[in-house]
Nanobody, 121 residues
Framework: QVQLVESGGGLVQAGGSLRLSCAAS????????MGWYRQAPGIQRELVAS???????NYADSVKGRFTISRDNAKTTVYLQMDSLKPEDTSVYYC???????????????WGQGTQVTVSS
């Protein structure tokens, strides 16, 4: 089983910064990719940023130039540095990992419990 534990959410004023962390633990072979998604009430969950095991990253257009995704050397913790935050960034942020439990397919997806980010105007 794989667990994802998120931290770093909170309340910040517009223009401020927050850093989210997501640490993976448990028994697995490798993590293919990790990413951050967000979901506001009544809105479909959307990709914010993702990073592969090879280091390639992808961002939603709405956060490009403001958010940066990174990971630790062990590739089991992913970070999301959020700068120049806007009220529209207010949401619950979820971490997702695509994980292989053995040296071969398939890969499984796991989600964290979510962390609230609130940006006041």
């Amino acid at each position: 089983q794989v667990q994802l534990v998120e931290s770093g959410g909170g309340l910040v004023q517009a223009g401020g910064s927050l850093r989210l962390s997501c640490a993976a633990s448990g028994s697995f072979f490798t993590i293919n990719s990790m990413g951050w998604y967000r979901q506001a009430p009544g809105i479909q969950r959307e990709l914010v940023a993702s990073i592969t095991s090879g280091g390639s990253s992808n961002y939603a257009d709405s956060v490009k130039g403001r958010f940066t995704i990174s990971r630790d050397n062990a590739k089991t913790t992913v970070y999301l540095q959020m700068d120049s935050l806007k009220p529209e960034d207010t949401s619950v942020y979820y971490c997702k990992a695509i994980v292989r439990l053995t040296n071969g397919p398939p890969a499984y997806q796991y989600w964290g419990q979510g962390t609230q980010v609130t940006v006041s105007s």
